[in-house]
C-alpha cells in the first residue's frame, strides 16, 4: 500500500520569514511524481509544485522549492519569504500508474499552516 | 478558459436517501477523478474516468458509482446515504489523467447527511 505522512499537523510562521514543511512516503514503485497542493480557506485545491522521481534536481517554483531525498523517501516543501496568502492547508501527494491508463494521487493528511503578520 | 465547475456546492440530504454530484471539467479534458475529504480520513481517491470509461476505482463500497458523458462531464452517486458520507466531494480534470499534465480541481460539494 502507498501511504504519504505529513508529520506536521499545524505550524505557524511570521511574515516575511523561511518555513519547511515535511512529508515522508511510503511506495514500492520506482518510477512516481510528488506534488505539494495548497488548498486555502476557500477549498479550491491549487498544485504548489511537482517532482519527477527520475529527477535528481530539485524542483522550485518562485518562493517555493522541495527537498527531495529518494533514498529516504522525503519530500519537504520550503515556502521562503512567506506571505499572508499562503495561510493554507498544504497537502503532500504522490501519484503513480495504476494500470489501464490511469494514474492515482494518494494524499497525505495535510498541514495547516498560519502565517502570522 | 473556465475553471472546474461542481454543482451543487451545498448540499443537505437525510440518511437513506440518495445523491448525485455533477463535475464539468475544463473544455478539452477528457479526464476526471473524484475525491472525497473529511477530517478524519483525509483525501481519498474514489474514481477516475477517462473517455466516459470508469479506468480506476478507489476502495469505496458499491454504493458509490459515477458516469461520464461524452461532453466529458462526469456524475457521482451515493445511495443509500449514511451519515460517514459526509464530507467534501472534490473533483479534478486534466487532459489525459497522467502526470506531465496538471490535475485541476473544482470548488466542491459540501454534502451533509443527517
Known amino acids: 500500500a502507498q501511504t504519504v505522512t505529513q508529520s506536521q499537523p499545524e505550524m505557524s510562521v511570521q511574515e516575511a520569514e523561511t518555513v519547511t514543511l515535511s512529508c515522508t512516503y511510503d511506495t514500492s514503485e520506482n518510477n512516481y511524481y510528488l506534488f505539494w497542493y495548497k488548498q486555502p480557506p476557500s477549498r479550491q485545491m491549487i498544485l504548489v509544485i511537482r517532482?519527477?522521481?527520475?529527477?535528481?534536481q530539485n524542483a522550485t517554483e518562485n518562493r517555493f522549492s522541495v527537498n527531495f531525498q529518494k533514498a529516504a523517501k522525503s519530500f519537504s516543501l520550503k515556502i521562503s519569504d512567506s506571505q499572508l496568502g499562503d495561510t493554507a492547508m498544504y497537502f503532500c501527494?504522490?501519484?503513480?500508474?495504476?494500470?489501464?491508463?490511469?494514474?492515482?494521487?494518494?494524499f497525505g493528511k495535510g498541514t495547516k499552516l498560519s502565517v502570522i503578520p | 478558459k473556465a475553471g472546474v465547475t461542481q454543482t451543487p456546492r451545498y448540499l443537505i440530504k437525510t440518511r437513506g436517501q440518495q445523491v448525485t454530484l455533477s463535475c464539468s471539467p475544463i473544455s478539452g479534458h477528457r479526464s476526471v477523478s473524484w475525491y472525497q475529504q473529511t477530517p478524519g480520513q483525509g483525501l481519498q481517491f474514489l474514481f477516475e474516468?477517462?473517455?466516459?470509461?470508469?479506468?480506476n476505482k478507489g476502495n469505496f463500497p458499491g454504493r458509490f458509482s459515477g458516469r461520464q458523458f461524452s461532453n466529458s462531464r462526469s456524475e457521482m452517486n451515493v445511495s443509500t446515504l449514511e451519515l460517514g458520507d459526509s464530507a467534501l466531494y472534490l473533483c479534478?480534470?486534466?487532459?489525459?489523467?497522467?502526470?506531465?499534465?496538471?490535475?485541476?480541481f473544482g470548488p466542491g460539494t459540501r454534502l451533509t447527511v443527517t
Open positions: 474516468y477517462f473517455s466516459e470509461t470508469q479506468r
Open positions: 479534478a480534470s486534466s487532459p489525459t489523467g497522467a502526470p506531465t499534465y496538471e490535475q485541476y
Open positions: 501527494a504522490f501519484m503513480i500508474y495504476s494500470g489501464a491508463g490511469s494514474y492515482q494521487l494518494t
Open positions: 517532482q519527477e522521481a527520475y529527477k535528481q
